[in-house]
T-cell receptor
Framework: QKEVEQDPGPLSVPEGAIVSLNCTYS??????FMWYRQYSRKGPELLMY????GNKEDGRFTAQVDKSSKYISLFIRDSQPSDSATYLC???????????FGTGTRLAVRP | GAVVSQHPSRVICKSGTSVKIECRSL??????MFWYRQFPKKSLMLMAT?????????EQGVEKDKFLINHASLTLSTLTVTSAHPEDSSFYIC????????????FGPGTRLTVL
């Protein structure tokens, strides 16, 4: 079993839809949780960074962490074609050193 | 803020040659830098962690004599792929972190290496 599981997609939605992206993990030592967006042939761009269980909102993005279920989510409201990218979840233990990534979910938002 | 650059963005070299990739933190001092490798449609795999002025810590299975990492200053780390072979062709991405574990990593734009 992989430490971090993420559905690779692809996920195709119409413009304006609410997108839900999810990751599950098995390592209870993970303390920091991140979502990155990666466009083709580019480096990952940090979208959300959370430490504790609960919700964190930033504009159209909401990150949710449920440590008891070892489950994290990213919601994108009012999705735009420019949101089309691969979304990677990542997490680390208290050292913050080694990020363990999910495989990434490819999202396509249709105009 | 938190901008990380990489140079070159793309490099093509012949088998057997060495290639150096630079990673710079432009607007903050990076006490720790990380080097990742990413294959097409795959996730990022950590290769090594380097702290300024110290030897890099390599992940299991990564040859330290093949992938030389130098972190000589708080804003610059370099990765040298020595005696490159076609199987070293990949997308190499660095990240930088400013201080402690509570700070997240900011990624560079990546370097695509093609070894002929």
């Amino acid at each position: 079993q992989k430490e971090v599981e993420q559905d690779p997609g692809p996920l195709s939605v119409p413009e304006g839809a609410i997108v839900s992206l999810n990751c599950t993990y098995s390592n209870s030592a993970f303390q920091y949780f991140m979502w990155y967006r990666q466009y083709s042939r580019k480096g990952p761009e940090l979208l959300m960074y959370t430490y504790s269980s609960g919700n964190k909102e930033d504009g159209r993005f909401t990150a949710q962490v449920d440590k008891s279920s070892k489950y994290i989510s990213l919601f994108i409201r009012d999705s735009q074609p420019s949101d089309s990218a691969t979304y990677l979840c990542a997490m680390s233990d208290s050292s913050g050193d080694k990020l363990t990534f999910g495989t990434g979910t490819r999202l396509a938002v249709r105009p | 803020g938190a901008v990380v650059s990489q140079h070159p963005s793309r490099v093509i070299c012949k088998s057997g040659t060495s290639v150096k990739i630079e990673c710079r933190s432009l607007d903050f001092q990076a006490t720790t830098m990380f080097w990742y490798r990413q294959f097409p449609k795959k996730s990022l795999m950590l290769m090594a962690t380097s702290n300024e002025g110290s030897k890099a810590t390599y992940e299991q299975g990564v040859e330290k004599d093949k992938f030389l990492i130098n972190h000589a200053s708080l804003t610059l780390s370099t990765l040298t792929v020595t005696s490159a072979h076609p199987e070293d062709s990949s997308f190499y991405i660095c990240s930088a972190r400013s201080s402690g574990p509570g700070d997240t990593q900011y990624f560079g734009p990546g370097t695509r290496l093609t070894v002929l």
